[in-house]
């Protein structure tokens, strides 16, 4: 592998020192012993975690009593356990210091601007909290929001999580099959709904979406929404406006204190071989391992501007809206980033005096097509971190961040998941940043790449994984009394080594070059889709007999193609592919529709009878096909070699 280019070299003599000069000089008064690199620090939080983890929740500033036991060890990963004694409630260290100092800054994409003071943000969720008391939700109870990107959802999941209960999201276009597959599997008492969304200059109506989706999850006894899309005055019967739930003379925020471990969140995987998994998450894990993210790997400070392009559907909700445990300002955007055009996020981003400006490496990517030089005509003085994350940033992405955004700003591609509610690999302030790779692992985590013998290898391709545990991996999946499928999703190919998924090079400077998904869920502009939905949409068209669903590479990005085999006496003529079209839009969503649906005669499977996606995608995409001889069928992997109308 060759040395990749330099692009950016941090300044460590300037005046303002990153949080992580701090860190590391009391790790090394620890440590008994100078921790006078990033690599030598790294290696003292992975070798001696009872010492790493309580000096990041003091030094992040993590509110509440973490007893006198930092982990009680096992070899078992699953069996390891964080701070055991301790007793906390993280919407305490979310609303700390509630002053007048701005909490959250809000820009719709029809242009209305809503902004709330510390203080403010906490009243709202004191009065969310008493109404959502005085409707009977406690500790470990489902509330569930089907909402946009706005402050009303953070101060519903805040209030949610003071009373203990469980916080879960979708987005407002995902359509009603896909929120059921997920709401109706952890069965909410409540939901939060805003009436409708903006998306590409259109007003989107959502009542009737809320209604159906709650007649078909009967565990929802009351519906909260309120006004963005329209008037919320004339409310259909069961739905609660959000202004009227408020009980405006609440008393002062009391958080129910609770355990390291007990549930805050249920996130949703993608639905790649079914219903998606509903992963558990907890409160005091994912919020530290966050803090140490935010504040050590992208020096995030108190009264920083921080912005994520994100929607509800995905962990970069949860990870954006942690920055307020560390003081700093979040800045939110409902709606399409490119709308009316490119300049849109970087108007945003210069208005708001962003600090930190994150977006997928596809919006990057378009960027870079689109010859958009922000650089020339914004001024981004206050900008100190570019973000980047859903799928592989390409080299010339990073090239073009540096070029035509602004040069000296620290890059800092990010790779995790919705698995850990964080990143294995990401930023880092005191290191290079060179073209195409990941600065540096995650402190605390022991990450490294691993060929098919389990060993670890530099230079070459190979799994990524991480060889210890850490308090944001899930503390269950929900439906899985035994966790068989949680460790068959992570730790069924390596013993006690979690399997990401994902194919990365480790570099010569100890980054990561990542090159995509080892596995089958599809990934178009950065947005993670399950197959399993595609496919559920397809089992209500009688014409279409068989199908296989894969991701094409094209172009630094992956379209979804899907391969149909007609009925017998159908044939896929224009009429059934807009049929199957609108089907898959209007029951999971617009980024589930295929970019290519083409007729094949045959669908290849396993010999247990699964269809053979994987197997699909290596032919499209000129890959060797990995396990041909598990294969029932192999003659018919030869309909999806060079097919014509792949090729454009």
């Not at 907890?282 to 009264?303: A, I, K, N, W």
């Not at 981003?349 to 870079?368: M, P, R």
Request: with cysteine; glycine share 8%.
């Amino acid at each position: 592998m060759t040395t990749a280019p330099l692009l950016w070299q941090p300044d460590l003599s300037a005046r303002r020192k990153p949080l992580l000069s701090g860190f590391m000089a009391q790790a090394s008064a620890i440590a008994g012993t100078a921790l006078d690199s990033f690599a030598a620090l790294h290696a003292w939080s992975v070798a001696l975690p009872q010492d790493f983890w309580p000096l990041a929740w003091e030094f992040c500033g993590l509110t509440g009593n973490k007893g006198t036991v930092p982990l009680l060890s096992h070899q078992d990963p699953m069996q390891v356990r964080f701070f055991p004694e301790a007793r906390l409630n993280v919407v305490e260290t979310f609303l700390k210091n509630a002053d007048g100092c701005e909490a959250i800054v809000f820009i719709g994409e029809d242009g209305r601007r809503m902004a709330w003071t510390r203080a403010e943000l906490k009243r709202e969720v004191e009065m969310l909290a008493a109404a959502l008391r005085d409707a009977g939700i406690g500790a470990g109870d489902h509330v569930a929001g089907y909402v946009p990107n706005m402050p009303q959802t953070v101060a519903a999941m805040l209030a949610t999580a003071s009373l203990g209960a469980v916080w879960s999201s979708c987005a407002p276009e995902s359509g009603p099959d896909v929120v059921v597959d997920r709401f109706g599997q952890i069965e909410p008492k409540l939901m939060f709904a805003a009436d409708g969304y903006f998306y590409n200059g259109k007003v989107f109506e959502t009542r009737a979406a809320i209604a159906e989706v709650a007649a078909r999850v009967p565990s929802i006894q009351q519906i909260v929404v309120w006004p963005y899309a329209s008037d919320a005055a004339d409310l259909p019967a069961g739905m609660t406006d959000y202004e009227a739930f408020k009980q405006v003379d609440a008393p002062a925020l009391d958080c129910r204190p609770m355990g390291f471990r007990d549930p805050l969140y249920v996130m949703f995987s993608s639905g790649t071989t079914g219903k998606p998994k509903c992963i558990e998450h907890s409160g005091g894990g994912t919020l530290l391992r966050m803090l140490v993210e935010q504040q050590l790997h992208c020096d995030l400070h108190p009264g920083d501007r921080m912005f994520y392009y994100t929607t509800c559907n995905w962990m970069m909700w949860n990870w954006q809206v942690a920055a307020l445990a560390s003081e700093a300002v979040i800045v939110l955007f409902d709606g399409n980033p490119m709308y009316p055009g490119m300049r849109r996020l970087f108007d945003l981003a210069e208005a708001e005096k962003v600090t930190h400006f994150g977006v997928s490496a596809k919006y990057i990517d378009a960027s870079l097509k689109c010859r958009n030089r922000p650089a020339d005509s914004y001024d981004l003085a206050a900008l100190r971190v570019v973000l980047s994350t859903g799928s592989p940033l390409s080299p010339e992405g990073f090239a073009h961040v540096y070029a035509d955004w602004k040069a000296d700003v620290q890059l800092a591609s990010i790779c995790g998941g919705t698995d850990i509610l964080g990143c294995f690999i990401g930023g880092c302030p005191v290191l290079p940043v060179h073209q195409g790779e990941i600065q540096a692992p995650m402190l605390g985590l022991d990450v490294a790449t691993l060929n098919d013998q389990g060993e670890p290898v530099k230079g070459v391709a190979g799994e990524l994984v991480c060889r210890n545990a850490h308090p944001s991996m899930p503390t269950r999946f929900l439906n899985d009394p035994d966790n068989a499928r949680y460790r068959a999703s992570y730790f069924g190919t390596y013993p006690n080594i979690w399997r990401q998924g994902d194919f990365t090079i480790r570099t010569e400077h100890g980054g990561y070059v990542v090159l995509g998904r080892s596995d089958a869920t599809l990934n178009p502009g950065g947005v993670r889709i399950g197959t399993a939905e595609i496919y559920r949409q397809l089992d209500k068209i009688d014409e279409v007999a068989d199908a296989v669903v894969v991701g094409q590479i094209i172009d630094n990005d992956v379209r979804v193609v899907l391969f149909v085999v007609p009925a017998e006496g159908a044939a896929l003529d224009d009429a059934l592919t807009v049929r199957i079209k609108t089907e898959i839009r209007r029951n999971a969503s617009p980024r589930h529709v295929p970019a290519k649906i083409i007729a094949v005669a045959d669908i290849p499977r396993t010999k247990s009878g699964k269809t053979a996606e994987l197997a699909v995608r290596d032919v499209v995409n000129n890959h060797p096909v990995r396990n041909l001889s598990g294969l029932a069928n192999p003659q018919a992997l030869a309909l999806f070699a060079d097919h014509p109308e792949l090729q454009a």
